[in-house]
């Protein structure tokens, strides 16, 4: 099989050489400005924020990687696709987390909120259950909504892992989509436990897109959600394309290689567009951005506070927590 490879990236045409040398270099590129946006967040953004920031702009950064790997090893495509899997499944829950630290903390974002309540009737899991009750903002609504991302940042890897355990055994096919293999059953519980943590944050972002207007919450949810779509649904439907030969063979690649390549090759693109505009929504100078009630406020406990009176005497110093 890795003869096969050899010989087909070794008979590639000039437009084919030419395709794969472009796609490199976007990635070379997405790469580097991610590594300029880091030092940006450094420099600019507070402490408390900085490492969410940092996962949510690697998204669209790692997943090119992973793809562009995929795409010159085609065997290390399992391995490619674990890591950009787990990897986006920390940032969903990272995602929840931002909105949180924006309203300036959960000891903020409760007293902020404390007289209102959550609308639950909200996609992908209930958008039209319309008669669902309204659900009251409190410090363990709250948590459930964090635990509902948090358990696919922990139950994906392990079955990301548990696939290819299977794979190396030749128990586990992706291709193969009948009751009897492993790949239906897997997809389905993961697609089962990604809508679960999508829902927490389609309510936390009904709930939080007015205050947090001014920090382009609508625009980071959107860049958010495209990459979720582009980076999931797509290989799944080239995969079903593949699969019923709508995409056909090529020899010496089948068609399931072959969709694998074309999912790489649009991801390389579609990512490098993402990575282009998140550094135009995410850099933003952060001073001036800040809720009123948010100043000086985010994740500080027993801050020291100084008095000093109009003689500009020291008269005692007290602690407040956030």
């Not at 995929?70 to 950009?84: E, K, N, V």
């Not at 009904?206 to 980071?220: D, E, G, H, M, S």
């Not at 797509?234 to 390549?261: E, F």
């Not at 000086?296 to 109009?310: A, C, G, R």
Request: proline share 5%; charged share 15%.
């Amino acid at each position: 099989m890795i003869l096969i490879y050899l010989f087909f990236l070794a008979g590639l045409d000039l437009t084919g050489i030419f395709l794969f040398a472009i796609l490199t270099l976007m990635t070379l590129i997405a790469n580097l400005v991610f590594i300029e946006e880091v030092f940006y967040i450094y420099k600019k953004i507070p402490s408390s924020k900085r490492s969410i920031f940092i996962w949510i702009n690697a998204a669209a950064p790692v997943i090119a990687t992973t793809s562009c790997i995929g795409m010159w090893i085609p065997r290390s495509t399992m391995f490619t696709d674990f890591t950009a899997a787990v990897f986006f499944a920390i940032v969903i829950h990272k995602f929840l987390l931002m909105m949180i630290k924006e309203c300036g903390g959960q000891n903020l974002f409760l007293r902020r909120f404390e007289n209102d309540r959550f609308k639950i009737s909200t996609g992908p899991f209930c958008c039209c259950c319309l008669c669902l009750p309204h659900v009251r903002v409190t410090r363990q609504t709250l948590f459930l909504l964090k635990l509902g991302t948090f358990q696919l940042a922990f139950l994906r890897p392990v079955l990301m892992f548990l696939s290819i355990v299977l794979w190396t055994n030749d128990i586990y096919n992706p291709s193969d989509l009948s009751p009897k293999g492993a790949a239906i059953w897997l997809n389905c519980f993961i697609g089962v436990i990604t809508i679960i943590a999508l829902w927490p944050i389609g309510i936390m972002f009904q709930r939080v897109r007015v205050l947090l207007n001014c920090k382009k919450i609508i625009p980071k949810f959107a860049l958010y959600q495209f990459i979720l779509i582009l980076s999931q649904l797509q290989a799944a439907i080239l995969n079903i394309l593949a699969v019923h030969r709508i995409i056909p063979c090529a020899p010496p690649l089948p068609s399931s290689v072959r969709a694998a390549y074309m999912n790489q090759q649009l991801l390389i693109m579609e990512m490098f567009l993402i990575t282009l505009i998140s550094r135009v929504v995410y850099r933003k100078r952060y001073n001036d951005l800040e809720l009123p009630e948010c100043t000086n406020q985010e994740t500080v406990d027993d801050k020291p506070i100084t008095k000093v009176n109009l003689n500009g005497q020291v008269i005692g110093d007290r602690s407040i927590k956030v």
